[in-house]
């Protein structure tokens, strides 16, 4: 894949810390990215550039299917996004209404870069407010409506796998598909960007795609 050179891990690093500096500054309504190393073994110190995005501790929730809006928020900071809008030109704020009986849940993201596949792989796992884990099928009731839409086109879908840098069970979208949309992604560019430029928008093209399916949508301003 044109996206990654001779040091795969290291690129993913360059675009990673890029990405997440793009996000810190244009999508205020969520926490930023952080960058983690993976886990050392006792009997080995792994690269410094082996590790992965993290942001953690997402409130998601689907309101009422009346309203044909579907949102998720950052409970924390009271910060609020809508996504899947009429206008996709536009990212609205948007104020999330919990129903008294609707108990919070939170999802955790991880981009990962997959060695076998030579793409970013999104992780995420989701829970309740008491830590219980949330099974899929629960999961899939709270994705907004765009998510049955993307899931739909045949691209990618969800599995549980053991994450590869924490090694416990996690859900991901399977990157089967993701090399070949992105080469035609970046090939349909007449502009023909350097190497450093596509490091830097790797990400952010790669992200438009695959967060609609969690309702994180990217701002336009993002790619500026």
């Known amino acids: 894949m044109f996206y990654i050179g001779m040091e795969p891990a290291k690129d993913f690093r360059i675009g990673a810390f890029a ?5 810190e500054s244009c999508n205020l309504a969520f926490p930023p990215w952080s960058w983690l ?10 690269p410094e550039e082996e590790g992965y995005l993290s942001l953690e ?3 998601i929730s689907r309101p009422n299917e009346e309203e044909d809006i579907d949102q998720i928020s950052q409970i924390d900071t009271g910060e609020e996004e809508t996504c899947c ?30 060695s076998t596949f030579r793409v970013p792989v999104l992780y995420f796992r989701a829970y309740c407010s008491d830590g219980r884990p949330l099974p899929l099928d629960e999961i899939e009731k709270e994705l907004p409506a765009c998510a049955s839409k993307e899931l739909s086109k045949k691209w990618t879908f969800i599995t549980q796998e053991e994450h590869p840098c924490l090694k416990r069970p996690w859900y991901k979208l399977h990157p089967c598909g ?11 560019d007449t502009a023909n960007p350097k190497f450093e ?14 967060g609609q399916v ?3 949508r990217i701002s336009l301003k993002i790619s500026n």
């Open 197 to 210: 430029v596509v490091l830097e928008l790797y990400l952010l093209s790669w992200f438009s795609v695959v």
């Open 37 to 46: 190393p993976c886990p050392k073994h006792p009997w080995l110190a792994p």
């Open 57 to 59: 501790k997402i409130c």
């Open 214 to 216: 969690f309702g994180l």
């Open 178 to 188: 993701t090399a070949e949309w992105m080469k035609l992604l970046f090939l349909s």
């Open 85 to 114: 809008s009429r206008n996709e030109d536009v990212l609205d704020d948007a104020t999330l209404v919990q129903s008294n009986h609707h108990e919070l849940h939170y999802c955790d993201f991880h981009i990962v870069y997959s």
């Open 19 to 23: 990405f997440a500096q793009k996000w």
